[in-house]
């Protein structure tokens, strides 16, 4: 499709981008102290988006701007997931204390743009936008993660990331090259084509690609091994930048490289039949053995932990393990559990990360498990809700990390029986994962004794604690609307599955 | 009373919410809100009993709603014989349990909350007829007893949960799998009496790195339930978990968790996976020996009354394994031997049943006395028999019940496990008679060393068991001895569904299949 003819499908994106220029212009005319409500008008605007998703054609499947970005419900899927987790993270942001005496304006349009960046990456279909979607949430990313100048843990973070996002983004975009040179074109479907006919020379090439390109997209989703800069990056950002990181770029990391893999390198188009086979290594095993590292380096680590925010960091690498459990196979149950687990695990990690940031505002700065003494006492609803987040993130039942993980176990056993090990080192590692989720619960309950005194959070805190504890335990319950959302989202660019 | 069921598993819920709205200080009346609401429970149990028509052997009184039409999931209850003497036990304990946490001081709203949330999760296992909802049920207690024995426990009760949280979740993680297992290879159901007739044909063939499914389902799930029986060598979580919990938890862990492990490998491995249970008969009945002697030598050593009663309960639950192996004598190899597979699994059963009623008993006396003396060394009464003499009664009649004397319920249901496993396992039950014996040492070793001899001079005031104590002991008293001399309307309950569970294991399972 035209450029001209594609901006009727591009109406989310265009009032993102218009909520991006205002917010930008009316920030100069608001002072420091009134310049949290730039937060709102993003907000404002990612409502407006949100709704602007019934005036596109919904069901058409298509390709925009010249075979650049795809236009299908698996996009629009994401797209709907990132505005959530970034409407909530900006009503988050303003309850923390962390953020509140700096000028805020450009932190919330840094978000907007990051927002528009992680679109483009669940749609690009073309290796320059792939690159370039990539690069605008990653340079966002920087900014944000050392927002906060006068600390030297932010700026810390800020400067790992740099190196080692500047490194990864360097391997991948090597990648995209040898692959472009390959095949002489950067669309998707092209190279698909042209590979099913290329010289077996080339496959070392491919290969060498592949990897490549993988380690790009394994940063951003915080795989092992290219996971290096999560916990420092993790601890020293602003906690809501934090948050946003472990949820939101880890979608839209996801978003591209099932895309990628699936729509570039797959063999016949079928996702049952897929078989990475003809580029000479043995994928699916490949990313399984990647899958089990992730997760069993991300708890066990996770474990020695002195800080709840660390620990954080690390349990979304495992997460990221469990995730990568489904992707092996690529199958249509794989890709179905990986988005179910997208959705459920956004609500049961902001939601960790809105208690971590309350305590922190609470505690003046702390976010050790010492600080979450007795927290249950304190405070009852905000001890409470960590219980269920905790609960959730080891996937127990009746909650929803629960039913992500079935998902995704449901997904494996379903596959070929080579791959049943993977189920069981990640039922195994849900176990590992219980004991460090059950110390912040002890910490919070057993530790501390009761308090005479009751203090409550915040309306707006509650209000929040609500917004992400109601759908992690409902979800855990009753998931039908999710199961219905993600099934009806199944649809790639270039084939139904 | 169409909803009998959704009653039974959601009272306690309603019970949690009331709780929740009471303020933290009235105690009282949050005490009496779990009371209320555990006697109603404890009423409609009753009810539904006097309802049940044992002539059947199928499942009765079933509700079933679409839960989640995308996979098939759907919210089913049912309850048949094998499930119903224990949905009367539940509610039972419970209500007794509440009035045995009468003196908890701390927390108290929590504490009930929690309970009652435990509760809802025990009879919900007993009552899912859906694979799925029974597995929700399944975990929904792990959380509450973390609590329980983690807040309200006695000093490393922090180790205690934690040790029987992470034992309890690798069972359930590895039953997850064989779940899913099930479900993907038996016509994508979670209907648990759908697969009781599908499975064993389903699965027959299937193989995963070259093992039968069979075995590995059976396996995966036998770890799950001997986790929590429990069954050597997973056991050791419990004797801690049983002496750092407060006694009500003790009375609730003894006497209802345990036989959730029972009850799960004959609801869900026997009719689904028949052909393993031959395979796997004999293993189980070594491990009942194992079982029996390692619990009762155990006892022997122990110097906490506590842990005695916990080991005890290991022993017990040896019996009901060995009870359980039986089945395979009914076997066309082992010459059909309907009779004694009818005994053996009856027996387990009702084993599973009496040391529900006989533990919590145990547990409940020990607690009278720790709360006076604020500790449980065996050796450190002695004479007490003089100073109190109704403890020492109820004593009497809880140690003897124990310890498998003739005239209480243990013995009938020791005794029919033994008849039973013996016509196969002849040199497996002989030895553990052994255990017998042992029971019967340790038993009345710490009868003597508490009860006899000279009064402790510490203890020359210490008051005699009081009228809430009795309340809660009597009425276990009662069913033990009542049981022990007439244990008829107990197994005519059971005896038509343990027919049926016999005629799936061995017309469906068998040597071949694998």
Redesign the interface.
Same mark, same amino acid.
């Given at each position: 499709m035209n450029n001209l003819q594609s901006l009727s499908y591009y109406l989310p994106e265009l009032l993102l981008v218009a909520t991006i220029l205002v917010s930008v212009i009316a920030d100069l005319f608001l002072k420091k102290e009134n310049s949290h409500q730039v937060g709102l008008w993003i907000l404002g605007g990612l409502i407006v988006t949100l709704f602007s998703f019934q005036f596109i054609p919904k069901n058409d499947i298509t390709t925009l701007f010249m075979n650049t970005i795809a236009y299908d419900p698996f996009a629009n899927f994401f797209k709907i997931l990132l505005i959530i987790a970034t409407g909530f993270i900006i009503l988050i942001s303003r309850e923390s204390h962390e953020l509140s005496n700096i000028r805020a304006g450009e932190y919330y349009m840094l978000l907007g743009i990051m927002v528009f960046g992680m679109f483009l990456m669940a749609s690009a279909i073309d290796l320059i936008m792939v690159y370039l979607s990539v690069e605008i949430v990653s340079i966002v990313s920087f900014v944000l993660a050392a927002y906060l100048k006068d600390s030297k843990l932010s700026n810390e973070s800020g400067l790992k990331y740099v190196i080692y996002g500047a490194f990864s983004s360097g391997l991948m975009l090597f990648g995209l090259s040898i692959l472009f040179g390959v095949t002489g074109t950067t669309k998707f479907f092209e190279i698909r084509s042209v590979l099913g006919s290329a010289d077996p020379d080339a496959f070392l090439a491919v290969v060498v690609a592949s990897v490549l390109i993988l380690a790009g997209f394994g940063y951003k989703i915080s795989a092992v091994p290219f996971h290096f800069w999560t916990p420092d990056v993790y601890e020293g950002a602003p906690t809501p930048v934090t948050a946003y990181l472990s949820v939101a770029p880890k979608a839209a990391g996801f978003a591209i490289l099932l895309r990628f893999f699936n729509d570039s390198l797959s063999n016949g188009g079928v996702l049952e039949n897929l078989d990475f086979g003809y580029t000479g290594l043995p994928w699916p095993q490949l990313l399984a053995v990647l899958s089990l590292i992730t997760m069993t380096l991300g708890n066990i680590v996770a474990i020695q932990q002195k800080s709840v925010k660390r620990m954080l960091a690390y349990s979304s690498i495992a997460h990221a393990g469990y995730m990568l459990m489904a992707t092996p196979l690529l199958s249509r149950d794989g890709i179905y559990a990986i988005l179910i687990y997208l959705v459920m695990y956004l609500f049961m990690n902001l939601g960790a990360f809105l208690v971590v940031i309350v305590v922190k505002n609470q505690k003046n700065g702390g976010e050790s498990f010492e600080d979450f003494k007795g927290l249950g006492w304190e405070m009852p609803l905000l001890g409470g809700a960590m219980?269920l987040f905790m609960?959730s993130l080891t996937g127990?039942? +009746?909650t929803a990390g629960?039913i992500g993980k079935?998902y995704v176990? @449901?997904s494996v #056993?379903?596959a070929d +029986? &080579?791959f049943?090990w993977l =189920?069981?080192a990640g039922?195994?590692n &849900? %176990?590992i994962s #219980? @004991?460090y989720y =059950?110390r912040v619960?002890?910490v919070m309950?057993?530790d501390g004794n009761?308090k005479e005194t009751i203090s409550t959070p915040s309306k707006m805190t509650i209000a929040l604690l609500l917004g992400t504890g109601l759908p992690t335990l409902i979800f855990g319950v009753? $998931? &039908?609307p999710i199961?219905?959302w993600v !099934?009806s989202s199944m649809h790639f660019l270039f084939h139904t599955i | 009373m169409e909803y009998i069921l959704s009653w039974l598993i959601w009272l306690p819920v309603v019970g949690i919410v009331v709780i929740l709205f009471i303020p933290r200080e009235r105690e009282y009346i949050i005490k009496m809100t779990a009371v209320v609401t555990t006697g109603i429970q404890l009423a409609l149990a009753l009810f539904l009993w006097s309802k049940f028509d044992s002539g059947l052997g199928t499942f009765q009184f079933i509700e079933k709603a679409e $839960?989640? +039409? &995308?996979?098939n999931i759907f919210y089913s209850l049912g309850v048949d014989g094998l499930s119903l003497p224990m949905v009367i036990l539940t509610p039972l304990l419970s209500f007794l349990a509440v009035f045995v946490s009468w003196n908890i001081d701390?927390?108290v709203k929590g504490y009930f909350a929690l309970f009652l949330l435990l509760d809802t999760g025990m009879i919900g296992v007993f009552l899912a007829l859906d694979f799925f909802l029974f597995? =929700?049920f399944w !975990?929904?207690m792990?959380?509450p007893m @973390?609590?329980l024995i983690?807040?309200w426990g006695g000093p490393q009760? !922090?180790y205690a949960?934690?040790k029987f949280?992470?034992y309890t979740? %690798?069972g359930s993680? #590895?039953m997850?799998?064989a779940v899913?297992?099930l479900?993907?290879n038996c016509g994508k159901t979670f209907d648990i009496p759908t697969l009781m007739e599908t499975a064993p044909n389903a699965l027959s063939g299937v193989? $995963? $790195?070259g093992f039968s499914a069979i075995k590995i389902i059976w396996i995966l799930l036998f770890i799950g339930f001997a986790i929590k029986v429990p069954v050597f060598p997973f056991h050791t979580w419990l004797p801690l978990a049983h002496v750092e919990a407060p006694t009500a938890i003790s009375v609730i862990l003894a006497g209802v968790l345990l036989k959730l492990g029972v009850y799960g490998l004959l609801r869900i491995n026997y009719p689904m996976l028949p052909d393993a249970v031959f395979w796997f008969s004999g293993a189980m009945a070594l491990l009942g020996l194992i079982n029996v002697i390692w619990g009762a030598m155990c006892a022997l050593a122990q110097t906490d009354l506590k842990k005695l009663v916990a080991y005890s309960s290991i022993n017990h639950m040896g019996y009901a394994l060995l009870g359980m192996a039986a089945v395979i004598a009914a076997g066309a190899v082992n010459g059909g031997n309907q009779a004694a597979a009818q005994a053996g699994l009856s027996g387990a059963v009702f084993q599973m049943f009496n040391h529900g009623t006989i533990s919590a008993m145990l547990f409940i006396l020990v607690g009278v006395v720790y709360d006076r003396a604020h500790h449980r060394d065996i050796d450190g009464f002695g004479g007490l028999a003089k100073q109190m003499p109704l403890y020492a009664g109820m004593c009497m009649i809880a140690f003897f019940a124990g310890l498998g004397l003739p005239g209480f319920s243990g013995f009938v249901s020791e005794f029919m496990c033994f008849i039973g496993a013996f016509p196969v396992f002849k040199v497996i039950v002989i030895i553990s008679t052994i255990g017998i014996l042992l029971n019967a040492a340790y038993f009345l070793s710490a009868y003597k060393r508490i009860f006899f001899g000279e009064l402790n001079e510490k203890y020359k005031d210490m008051p005699e068991i009081n009228r809430r104590e009795l309340l809660t002991v009597i009425p276990l008293a009662v069913i033990t001895i009542l049981f022990g001399i007439y244990p008829r309307p107990f197994l005519d309950i059971i005896s038509n569904t343990i027919d049926h569970l016999i005629y799936q294991v061995t017309q469906m399972g068998g040597y071949a299949g694998f």
């Amino acid at each position: 499709m035209n450029n001209l003819q594609s901006l009727s499908y591009y109406l989310p994106e265009l009032l993102l981008v218009a909520t991006i220029l205002v917010s930008v212009i009316a920030d100069l005319f608001l002072k420091k102290e009134n310049s949290h409500q730039v937060g709102l008008w993003i907000l404002g605007g990612l409502i407006v988006t949100l709704f602007s998703f019934q005036f596109i054609p919904k069901n058409d499947i298509t390709t925009l701007f010249m075979n650049t970005i795809a236009y299908d419900p698996f996009a629009n899927f994401f797209k709907i997931l990132l505005i959530i987790a970034t409407g909530f993270i900006i009503l988050i942001s303003r309850e923390s204390h962390e953020l509140s005496n700096i000028r805020a304006g450009e932190y919330y349009m840094l978000l907007g743009i990051m927002v528009f960046g992680m679109f483009l990456m669940a749609s690009a279909i073309d290796l320059i936008m792939v690159y370039l979607s990539v690069e605008i949430v990653s340079i966002v990313s920087f900014v944000l993660a050392a927002y906060l100048k006068d600390s030297k843990l932010s700026n810390e973070s800020g400067l790992k990331y740099v190196i080692y996002g500047a490194f990864s983004s360097g391997l991948m975009l090597f990648g995209l090259s040898i692959l472009f040179g390959v095949t002489g074109t950067t669309k998707f479907f092209e190279i698909r084509s042209v590979l099913g006919s290329a010289d077996p020379d080339a496959f070392l090439a491919v290969v060498v690609a592949s990897v490549l390109i993988l380690a790009g997209f394994g940063y951003k989703i915080s795989a092992v091994p290219f996971h290096f800069w999560t916990p420092d990056v993790y601890e020293g950002a602003p906690t809501p930048v934090t948050a946003y990181l472990s949820v939101a770029p880890k979608a839209a990391g996801f978003a591209i490289l099932l895309r990628f893999f699936n729509d570039s390198l797959s063999n016949g188009g079928v996702l049952e039949n897929l078989d990475f086979g003809y580029t000479g290594l043995p994928w699916p095993q490949l990313l399984a053995v990647l899958s089990l590292i992730t997760m069993t380096l991300g708890n066990i680590v996770a474990i020695q932990q002195k800080s709840v925010k660390r620990m954080l960091a690390y349990s979304s690498i495992a997460h990221a393990g469990y995730m990568l459990m489904a992707t092996p196979l690529l199958s249509r149950d794989g890709i179905y559990a990986i988005l179910i687990y997208l959705v459920m695990y956004l609500f049961m990690n902001l939601g960790a990360f809105l208690v971590v940031i309350v305590v922190k505002n609470q505690k003046n700065g702390g976010e050790s498990f010492e600080d979450f003494k007795g927290l249950g006492w304190e405070m009852p609803l905000l001890g409470g809700a960590m219980t269920l987040f905790m609960i959730s993130l080891t996937g127990l039942p +009746p909650t929803a990390g629960f039913i992500g993980k079935f998902y995704v176990f @449901y997904s494996v #056993l379903n596959a070929d +029986p &080579s791959f049943f090990w993977l =189920v069981f080192a990640g039922a195994i590692n &849900s %176990v590992i994962s #219980l @004991y460090y989720y =059950v110390r912040v619960i002890k910490v919070m309950y057993l530790d501390g004794n009761r308090k005479e005194t009751i203090s409550t959070p915040s309306k707006m805190t509650i209000a929040l604690l609500l917004g992400t504890g109601l759908p992690t335990l409902i979800f855990g319950v009753y $998931w &039908s609307p999710i199961a219905n959302w993600v !099934e009806s989202s199944m649809h790639f660019l270039f084939h139904t599955i | 009373m169409e909803y009998i069921l959704s009653w039974l598993i959601w009272l306690p819920v309603v019970g949690i919410v009331v709780i929740l709205f009471i303020p933290r200080e009235r105690e009282y009346i949050i005490k009496m809100t779990a009371v209320v609401t555990t006697g109603i429970q404890l009423a409609l149990a009753l009810f539904l009993w006097s309802k049940f028509d044992s002539g059947l052997g199928t499942f009765q009184f079933i509700e079933k709603a679409e $839960w989640i +039409p &995308s996979i098939n999931i759907f919210y089913s209850l049912g309850v048949d014989g094998l499930s119903l003497p224990m949905v009367i036990l539940t509610p039972l304990l419970s209500f007794l349990a509440v009035f045995v946490s009468w003196n908890i001081d701390r927390a108290v709203k929590g504490y009930f909350a929690l309970f009652l949330l435990l509760d809802t999760g025990m009879i919900g296992v007993f009552l899912a007829l859906d694979f799925f909802l029974f597995y =929700v049920f399944w !975990e929904v207690m792990l959380l509450p007893m @973390y609590f329980l024995i983690g807040m309200w426990g006695g000093p490393q009760r !922090e180790y205690a949960a934690i040790k029987f949280f992470l034992y309890t979740l %690798v069972g359930s993680v #590895l039953m997850l799998v064989a779940v899913i297992g099930l479900y993907l290879n038996c016509g994508k159901t979670f209907d648990i009496p759908t697969l009781m007739e599908t499975a064993p044909n389903a699965l027959s063939g299937v193989m $995963w $790195w070259g093992f039968s499914a069979i075995k590995i389902i059976w396996i995966l799930l036998f770890i799950g339930f001997a986790i929590k029986v429990p069954v050597f060598p997973f056991h050791t979580w419990l004797p801690l978990a049983h002496v750092e919990a407060p006694t009500a938890i003790s009375v609730i862990l003894a006497g209802v968790l345990l036989k959730l492990g029972v009850y799960g490998l004959l609801r869900i491995n026997y009719p689904m996976l028949p052909d393993a249970v031959f395979w796997f008969s004999g293993a189980m009945a070594l491990l009942g020996l194992i079982n029996v002697i390692w619990g009762a030598m155990c006892a022997l050593a122990q110097t906490d009354l506590k842990k005695l009663v916990a080991y005890s309960s290991i022993n017990h639950m040896g019996y009901a394994l060995l009870g359980m192996a039986a089945v395979i004598a009914a076997g066309a190899v082992n010459g059909g031997n309907q009779a004694a597979a009818q005994a053996g699994l009856s027996g387990a059963v009702f084993q599973m049943f009496n040391h529900g009623t006989i533990s919590a008993m145990l547990f409940i006396l020990v607690g009278v006395v720790y709360d006076r003396a604020h500790h449980r060394d065996i050796d450190g009464f002695g004479g007490l028999a003089k100073q109190m003499p109704l403890y020492a009664g109820m004593c009497m009649i809880a140690f003897f019940a124990g310890l498998g004397l003739p005239g209480f319920s243990g013995f009938v249901s020791e005794f029919m496990c033994f008849i039973g496993a013996f016509p196969v396992f002849k040199v497996i039950v002989i030895i553990s008679t052994i255990g017998i014996l042992l029971n019967a040492a340790y038993f009345l070793s710490a009868y003597k060393r508490i009860f006899f001899g000279e009064l402790n001079e510490k203890y020359k005031d210490m008051p005699e068991i009081n009228r809430r104590e009795l309340l809660t002991v009597i009425p276990l008293a009662v069913i033990t001895i009542l049981f022990g001399i007439y244990p008829r309307p107990f197994l005519d309950i059971i005896s038509n569904t343990i027919d049926h569970l016999i005629y799936q294991v061995t017309q469906m399972g068998g040597y071949a299949g694998f």
